[in-house]
């Protein structure tokens, strides 16, 4: 009984062998076919037919050959669903991909590994987690890809307890790797983040650490593809929270010099002409006043003023 369940064992391992050289052989054979039949300077690529998310498997349901440019093709495809998926090792996405789009060497994991931001790091960088909260990470919208400054808000070095607060740029130009802020929470609506992760230098790595210690980190949001820094960096403190400091408008023209000698003249007191009360000769001139019956004449007379 034993030796027959041996055998019975050994037989379906090599049917199962040859049923996957045949596979292979036959999915070989069928993509040499159809990459006689593409027109003259048209290569076949591995491309998505399904959504695939971060971190999604690459399987063989969810991948198709197409057709695409020799001359516009990008590095980094695949050309055979063995090149692909190697026997025996899988892919995983590292970023969105949507239908259609072509699988690159740079948006898929290696053989046989996980998804991991390590692998989308540049040769030489490194990726540090700064803490933030809904106002220090401009309220959600930092996402990943984008570029930000790093403020930092500390007590001035030497000044005491009781020293007002400074801000300073620590660093400039920074690419966000990650945010832990999730799209829809446990009661469906969005949680802010309350980390990030940024692409820095090993030297910038230590700022970062040494900055959560000192005090707190506020990211500011730049421009898609402003590449241009601050030449000169100030730190600002409580004395320049004036409005004065940063306005834009340019200072007003001096007036002509006509109008400075108007404007002189006129400020300067004026003087007003005595006022002459002429004398005139007396006017005699006769009323008559009647009180009942009786009538008396009077004289009035005056100086006209």
Do not use: C, H, W
């Not at 960088?125 to 990470?137: C, K, L, P, Q, W």
């Not at 799209?183 to 030297?203: H, I, N, Q, Y």
């Not at 400075?260 to 001139?285: E, F, G, H, M, Y």
């Amino acid at each position: 009984m034993k030796r027959q369940t041996i055998i019975a064992l050994g037989v379906a391992i090599i049917l199962g062998l040859i049923a996957v050289l045949l596979a292979n052989t036959y999915l070989s054979g069928r993509e040499r076919q159809l990459a006689a039949a593409e027109p003259q300077g048209m290569v076949r690529i591995a491309v998505a037919s399904l959504p695939l998310e971060y971190g999604g498997e690459i399987t063989p349901d969810k991948v198709k050959f197409v057709g695409y440019p020799a001359a516009s093709l990008p590095p980094g495809t695949f050309r055979s669903m063995a090149e692909l998926l190697p026997q025996g090792k899988r892919r995983v996405a590292l970023r969105p991909i949507v239908v259609n789009q072509p699988l690159l060497a740079a948006d898929l994991s290696g053989e046989g590994q996980n998804a991991s931001i390590a692998a989308l790091l540049p040769d030489g960088m490194r990726a540090a987690t700064v803490r933030i909260n809904d106002i220090s990470g401009v309220a959600g919208f930092v996402k990943p890809n984008d570029t930000v400054d790093v403020l930092i808000t500390r007590q001035p070095i030497g000044g005491g307890e009781n020293a007002q607060q400074v801000t300073d740029v620590l660093l400039q130009n920074i690419r966000v790797i990650a945010m832990d802020q999730d799209a829809a929470g446990a009661d469906g609506k969005p949680v802010v983040s309350r980390s990030a992760t940024l692409e820095v230098t090993p030297v910038d790595a230590q700022k970062l650490a040494l900055g959560q210690q000192l005090g707190q980190l506020s990211l500011v949001l730049r421009k898609p593809g402003e590449e241009q820094n601050i030449p000169r960096v100030e730190t600002v403190s409580l004395n320049d929270l004036r409005y004065n400091l940063y306005s834009s408008a340019p200072p007003a023209a001096p007036p002509p010099a006509a109008t400075q000698a108007r404007i002189q003249r006129l400020s300067q007191p004026r003087r007003v002409a005595p006022v002459v009360r002429k004398a005139v000769a007396p006017d005699t001139n006769t009323v008559s006043v009647t009180r009942g019956v009786e009538t008396k004449d009077y004289e009035v007379g005056g100086y006209a003023q």
